[in-house]
């Protein structure tokens, strides 16, 4: 009896080696996503005006470091179904600044100082870069959108935390700058179909974007 249960299990064993082994590919959850509608965000007071889609919502952001922002312009286009925001910061060229500087044991200490164009879009330079070390690329564009709107849209590739950032200016009075975040840990491949889907609407908000004159 024992003798045939090891011969069974010898039999087993062989079969069971000549199987032939086919990988499977890592498959993530299916995402739902909605189709792209659009409205306007043309809050009064504001200097700016764009189009947001119907399933995102503007929220104030009310802090910046633990501190209040520099102007009441700053929003956040919260996309609460994907764990993604897109921050837009506002800013006078000319106008106050306020700045975090960074200590040696690490702890931010309050600066403040003039708005000056060209150190703001050196600034959006840098911000951006700071994703080299995860990115496998940084591609940078210059645009002109049909409202004669002019700025520079960053597309960042690989497992970075941010996507896409750009920047719009005038380049006397107005500046804002927006940066696309996702509020979970970067994972190109997991998150590529919301990327690409999100992309899109960045376009949107570029092509759409106005300055508005003071009333």
């Not at 920047?167 to 970067?186: C, E, I, K, M, Q």
Request: aromatic letters at 16%; one cysteine or more.
């Amino acid at each position: 009896m024992k003798k045939a249960a090891v011969i069974l299990l010898c039999t087993l064993f062989f079969i069971a080696c000549n199987d032939v082994y086919t990988s499977k590919k890592r498959g993530y959850f299916h995402i739902d996503l909605p189709t792209h509608q659009y409205r306007s965000f043309n809050r009064a007071g504001f200097p700016y005006t764009f189009e947001y889609p119907v399933y995102a919502s503007i929220t104030q952001d009310s802090t910046y470091f633990d501190t209040k922002p520099e102007n009441d312009y700053w929003v956040n286009i919260d996309f609460p179904q994907f764990g993604a925001k897109i921050y837009l910061s506002y800013k006078i060229i000319g106008g106050k600044a306020n700045y975090k500087i960074k200590q040696p044991d690490g702890s931010y200490r309050d600066s403040v100082g003039v708005n000056v164009f060209d150190l703001m879009v050196n600034d959006a330079f840098n911000l951006t870069n700071k994703n080299e070390v995860v990115a496998t690329s940084i591609r940078d564009s210059l645009f002109r959108n049909p409202f004669g709107v002019t700025g520079i849209s960053f597309k960042v590739g690989g497992n970075a935390a941010t996507a896409r950032q750009f920047f719009v200016s005038d380049t006397t009075h107005n500046f804002l700058r927006g940066a696309l975040y996702f509020n979970a840990t970067p994972n190109a491949d997991s998150l590529k179909p919301v990327q690409d889907f999100l992309q899109a609407d960045v376009d949107k908000l570029i092509n759409s974007f106005r300055w508005v004159k003071p009333q």
